[in-house]
């Protein structure tokens, strides 16, 4: 049995998808049209398929039955030329890359059931971080939690 500060203490859990995700842009874009729309459907459904494959992966398997969760994302876009001669134009906006990655993990990390619903006293999405690396890639972080937030005991020693 777990005692009440087990319970209060996060479980890290780190896992490492391949490429970008998409961005709010993209989403967008292809949303406008119905050919467009039909293209989102396929990217949602391998990205869905491709993210409970990671959190799957044998010896890397997501643990499950946690009250709360908190999602911290870095994504890994490639070195470019430009980068490599400090002429780095690209930029890349992090509220762009909050919707529909995060919504799409949501939804996994529920079907998985990591966690019970994907409402905000469930699931806390952190703004995501950018680096630089040699190949694309998605590292997420998420912090497990068997309680919510307003579940757990107050602080002792305080006001009278």
Request: hydrophobic share 35%; proline share 6%; charged share 30%.
């Amino acid at each position: 049995m777990l005692g009440r500060s087990d319970m209060t203490q996060p479980t890290i859990y780190v896992c490492r998808l391949a490429g970008t995700p998409m961005s709010f842009n993209e989403y967008d874009r292809l949303k406008r049209t119905p050919r467009g729309q039909m293209q989102l459907a396929g990217i949602k459904a391998k990205t869905i398929h491709d993210t409970r494959a990671v959190l799957r992966e044998k010896g890397n398997r997501v643990p499950t039955g946690f009250a709360r969760v908190e999602l911290r994302t870095v994504i890994f876009f490639p070195i470019l030329d430009a980068d490599m001669r400090n002429r780095g134009d690209r930029r890349h906006d992090r509220d762009n890359y909050h919707v529909p990655y995060y919504k799409w993990l949501q939804d996994v990390l529920v079907e998985q059931k990591v966690i019970p619903d994907d409402r905000e006293r469930c699931c806390i999405a952190h703004p995501v971080r950018f680096a630089r690396g040699r190949q694309p890639m998605t590292l997420l972080t998420m912090d497990l939690y068997h309680t919510l937030e307003e579940d757990t005991p107050a602080e002792e020693g305080g006001a009278t």
